[in-house]
């Protein structure tokens, strides 16, 4: 899978992981509401019901009522009274007694019909008041409820993005360790591919001593495989500032480099050139060597990619005040502007500059190079011509003298 469908896997996790706990929100939010307004409700219906028997219990005749009530009586010798909106009650004059509603002209009462000594009596309350005060409510509560599930979804779905993010991170640090692995390895591996064929070559001749210096070569660059292997699993610690606190000598490194590529250079038709300063000893440098080996590795393995067969490579070193300037040269078909804004950066890729058939650039070892060259307290630029050759410098802090 590539890194994108991996993102968008993780992406869509996030966003089903946002609706399931947005749901439950709204779930809940929507049972709170529920709550609220049943008990509001119940509370509603006792006081009605209060009220209404306090009423029928108290009242002597049917002139004034409280507001939003009416009044029906009957006495004991069938004389019937009513309050001015009593009309209603008067049919319940002659049922069972209890709590009941009426309907009668669009408007809903709730009645109660009582038997005392004196006679019968309806008490009725209008429920008008009572339905706005309910629907006023449930407006309320229904936008309550929009607001705090609107309000829940943009959390969701803003704690579910802060959550999955460091996933992500770290799927991409997984996808750029693997990436760095296979363009770091790719090299090396090319180097003893090469000498093992040179092995191979000569394994019938008589002369012992070329095919023993072969050969230790060979178990040189097998141990320098090894080290850029361990370096890559420490590269994470590495740029978050714990760089290998060791004295290395930018000369020797760029030496080994120089004996490690120059028969991978020669299978090219590419002459790889160093030579040593005069003051080897004032190169020195703090830092990692695995870490440099692999930065003048990948500079003039990109050097070689964009030289002809019958050029040349050099590598050159240079002392200016307190920093140390290694070279890495090539007379080759240059970098045009626009491949030189996204040089440095990770997965820029340009293959179309290379002078290799079917060579696959992965845009990692330059941007490799730099994470290095920062590792180190350096630097790393490079200054191109097209058609002419380009030349990378890696500037770095020298090491205090003894």
């Not at 590539?2 to 749901?23: F, K, M, N, Y």
């Not at 007379?331 to 890729?349: P, Q, Y």
């Not at 992965?362 to 191109?384: C, N, P, Q, T």
Request: without cysteine; aromatic residues 4%; glycine residues 8%.
């Amino acid at each position: 899978m590539t890194p994108a469908g991996d993102l968008a896997v993780v992406r869509r996790a996030g966003r089903i992981a946002a609706i399931q706990a947005s749901v439950a929100l709204a779930l809940v939010l929507l049972v709170v509401g529920g709550v609220m307004f049943t008990v509001y409700v119940r509370a509603q219906n006792r006081q009605i019901d209060a009220e209404l028997q306090t009423l029928a219990m108290s009242a002597d005749d049917a002139n004034d009522p409280p507001p939003d009530m009416e009044l029906a009586l009957r006495d004991n010798n069938g004389a019937v009274s009513t309050s001015d909106g009593g009309q209603p009650g008067v049919a319940l004059l002659s049922g069972g007694t209890g709590f009941g509603d009426i309907h009668s002209d669009g408007r809903h009462y709730r009645a109660l019909v009582v038997d005392r000594p004196e006679g019968r009596v309806v008490a009725m309350m209008d429920l008008a008041p009572f339905h706005t005060g309910r629907n006023r409510l449930l407006m309320s509560v229904a936008f309550a409820e929009l607001a705090g599930i609107l309000a829940s979804v943009a959390v969701v779905v803003l704690f579910t993005r802060r959550s999955v993010r460091p996933l992500a991170q770290a799927l991409a640090l997984q996808r750029g360790f693997v990436a760095d692995a296979s363009h770091e390895l790719r090299a090396p591996l090319t180097v003893l591919h090469t000498r093992a064929q040179l092995l191979a070559r000569r394994a019938g001749s008589a002369d012992g001593e070329a095919i023993r210096a072969e050969a230790d070569a060979l178990v040189a660059d097998t141990r320098a495989l090894s080290d850029i292997v361990d370096d890559l699993l420490a590269s994470a610690t590495m740029t978050a500032g714990d760089t290998p606190r060791d004295r290395v000598d930018l000369a020797s490194v760029a030496a080994d480099v120089q004996h490690s590529l120059a028969p991978y250079a020669e299978a090219l038709g590419v002459t790889l050139r160093f030579e040593m300063p005069d003051e080897p000893d004032s190169f020195d440098v703090i830092g990692s060597r695995a870490a440099l080996r692999r930065a003048f590795t990948a500079l003039v393995d990109n050097a070689l990619g964009h030289e002809h067969s019958g050029g040349a490579v050099e590598m050159r070193l240079s002392r200016q005040g307190p920093m140390i300037r290694a070279e890495i040269a090539d007379d080759g078909v240059g970098i045009d502007a626009d491949t030189m804004a996204t040089l440095f950066t990770r997965f820029a890729r340009g293959a179309e500059h290379t002078t290799r058939a079917g060579r696959q650039s992965y845009g990692i070892g330059l941007a490799l190079v730099r994470e290095i060259a920062h590792a180190h307290g350096g630097e790393v630029s490079v200054e191109s011509t097209p058609g002419v050759g380009s030349t990378f410098t890696l500037s770095l802090p020298a090491a205090q003298r003894d």
